[in-house]
């Protein structure tokens, strides 16, 4: 009623005993958001990402953030304030979707969060929510070891295993130990290492 959370269906509860920290947000009614800029710029280059956001803004920024779209929660004030500015720009999106390095709705809430300055609470930074690959990236990802501490895992790569795991069977642990068996034997590793690799040949020939 007075605070919501919009949560990705692709994202797992990996540690029930850590709730408290989604209940103090929740209390202090401030805007959560996912701080992902260090990852994005690794992956694209801050000039892209720049360019692309004052593209959709038509106005220049001094500096630039990135936030995931997996985890946003706030009062209903700021989802109302997010839907009237993404409306402003959504036809200019859609018009020029093909020329940006992102399309999805973190193109739409980005140019707004940049523009607006919102203080928030990073849910990333207080392990909140991690966003894991089980795929090659163009960015460092942490360790197996450093994700298990995060309340949930979103895994975006992995829609079609999650949708054939029977959750109601499983507790938090039980999913760790199988998906860590799943995504970190080593055939996964040497393939995932050899997928970057051709990426990066690929990418110096074209």
């Known amino acids: 009623k007075n ?21 103090n947000l929740k209390s202090n009614k401030i805007v959560g958001l ?14 892209k990402v720049k360019k692309d956001l004052e593209f959709l803004l038509e106005n220049k920024l001094k500096n630039v953030k990135w936030f995931g779209g997996e985890f946003i929660s706030g009062k209903p004030s700021f989802f109302k304030f997010m839907w009237k500015n993404c409306r402003k720009i959504e036809k200019k999106y859609f018009k020029s979707r093909n020329i940006f390095f992102h399309n999805g709705d973190e193109m ?13 609470f990073d849910v990333g930074k207080k392990k909140i929510i991690y966003r894991y690959w089980n795929n090659a990236t163009n960015h460092k990802q942490k360790t197996f070891d450093e ?22 069977y499983m ?17 996964k590793k040497i393939f995932l290492f050899l997928k970057k690799i051709a990426r990066k040949i690929i990418k110096i020939l074209i």
């Not at 996912?34 to 000039?47: A, D, G, H, P, V």
Request: aromatic share 14%.
């Open 147 to 168: 994700i298990k501490k995060y309340v949930f895992l979103h895994l975006p790569a992995d829609k079609k295993l999650l949708s054939q795991i029977p959750f109601k």
């Open 108 to 120: 739409l809430t980005n140019p707004i969060l940049n523009k607006k300055k919102i203080k928030y």
């Open 34 to 47: 996912y701080n992902r800029t260090e990852e994005t710029i690794e992956s694209y280059s801050k000039e």
């Open 171 to 187: 507790h938090d642990k039980d999913f760790l130990v199988y998906y860590e068996k799943l995504s970190q034997n080593l055939l």
């Open 3 to 23: 605070y919501s959370f919009l949560i990705d269906l692709d994202s797992v509860y990996i540690n029930i005993n850590k709730i408290k920290i989604m209940k």
